[in-house]
């Protein structure tokens, strides 16, 4: 039998990358402010099961699906006078849709482009005082992320990347949520011919924001996730037993263990430990 290894951003942590999205946070505020702030503005913040607040880099991907819309009409409604207002000219005809087409790239391609610019600054290392001595570099491996940590630490060399890897010029990186836009209302809809063709394409625009932030699997073991991980466990064995690690503390680790009977992963057959004790 052939082991599977699937790996998530806690390999990557584990081996002192700073990969978190807080990482790629921090990176945005000085390279690009006017995105940071979009971020930071657009995506929501909410309090956790501790009581603490996290902010929208906590779990950036999933937070591209909360895109608040209604904050940015609000935005955008500041550049939509009426045709009559003494103060109205032409060229102020497409302002509306500018602003929102601004703030709408900037949460899509231009958070994107920025991303895999700051990938290429992660620093990988060549060996690691800690390394996860149960990794068979003749084994299988499904890599959620896009460093190749596998390939340099330890000389791995089938590793499918599945969002994408920087080694491999083909590749495209993918990042995104995994709400399918057809799944959801389009503000296209909400058209007729009563709307104004300013907010019309305003409309277009958010729809657009669904479609290009969109990926089909999401990263690690959450919602996102689940029709990846069924379709793994309909090709199984179901005499399979799992080894799930989790990088932080017992907290992280009743987390792993919800999320691992939640994606139907028997809990009989799973064990939960961390990677400097494999």
Known sequence: ????????????????????????????????????????????????ENGKEQNAWADLENNLEHFDVDQLLDVGNNFLPSYGAEDWRESGHHDFEYEIRKIVEALSSGLHHNFVNWLKTLVIPNFTPSPVSIIDPHAKFLNFNYTPTLQKVYGVLDVLHIHGSLTEPASKIVLGHGWKPEGREQWESRINEETDTRVAGGYRLIDEYFQQTFKPIGHGMSEVDSPYYEEILRGLPTKVDWTISYFGDEADKARSVTSAVRLGIPRHRASFTTLDVL
């Open 1 to 48: 039998m052939t082991t599977l290894f699937i790996i998530g951003n806690g390999f990557d942590l584990h081996h002192g990358i700073d990969s978190r999205y807080a990482d790629f946070g921090k990176y945005l505020h000085t390279a690009d402010r006017d995105i940071h702030d979009a971020v930071e503005d657009f995506l929501p913040t909410w309090v956790d």
